[in-house]
């Protein structure tokens, strides 16, 4: 029985990890119809950062992960303003495929001019006194948590109404004032954020890189 419920602990951990990734790759889906295929390289990166930082520099890891949130969120804006953007009016979808695979080849190369191929140990960040891991149970509250918030910013907030609206007619959004081009950087912001707390999540409850 023991047995069986720490299973289903960890599976509910894992399942909260894959949320939280979905969350954020779905959101860019939903709003700007593009496939980000990079989505997976950011959390990548997202990780690196968290490493490099607490393991490399030596910095506290709440700011190591303040940090990591910050590049990627960054990283995400870039993405979508230098290689997505000028394709949203693409006449076929192909390029905006082939621009989304190349960007994740792009992260995937420099990643590995960077930190090499080597595998690493990624130093846990998280830890509480408790039978059940820290890692688990922040994982659990944390993907909650993120999913209720996002749920009452899209409902609650302007910019979740913006984005709405956008992602049903961005003609008619434009036509209403609503300026699309921000719009869909903040859903990349948001996205490439939530790719750096499930990167951190991930590494700390598979402490391999």
Not at 178 to 194: E, R, Y
Request: glycine share 10%; net charge positive; proline share 2%.
């Amino acid at each position: 029985m023991s047995s069986f419920i720490s299973y289903l602990i960890n599976g509910i951990s894992l399942g909260s990890v894959y949320a939280i990734i979905a969350l954020g790759y779905t959101m860019v889906y939903g709003i700007a119809k593009m496939l980000n295929f990079a989505h997976g390289d950011v959390i990548m990166v997202g990780s690196y950062v968290v490493y490099v930082a607490v393991s490399g520099m030596g910095l506290n890891p709440i700011l190591a992960i303040l940090l990591s949130i910050i590049i990627c969120t960054l990283m995400g804006v870039v993405i979508e303003g230098v290689a997505y953007r000028p394709l949203r009016n693409a006449a076929s979808p192909l390029a905006v495929l082939i621009t989304a695979i190349g960007v994740s080849y792009l992260l995937q190369n420099v990643a590995l001019l960077i930190w090499g191929a080597d595998t690493k140990s990624f130093s846990n960040v998280i830890s509480l006194p408790s039978l059940i891991t820290g890692v688990t149970i922040v994982t659990i509250i944390g993907g909650i948590l993120i999913m209720a918030g996002l749920m009452l910013f899209i409902s609650k907030t302007k910019t979740g109404q913006a984005m709405l609206a956008v992602s049903e007619d961005k003609g008619a959004a434009q036509l209403m004032g609503i300026n699309v081009n921000k719009t869909i950087s903040i859903t990349f912001a948001i996205g490439s954020g939530l790719a750096a707390i499930a990167g951190l999540l991930l590494c700390s409850a598979y402490p391999t890189l």
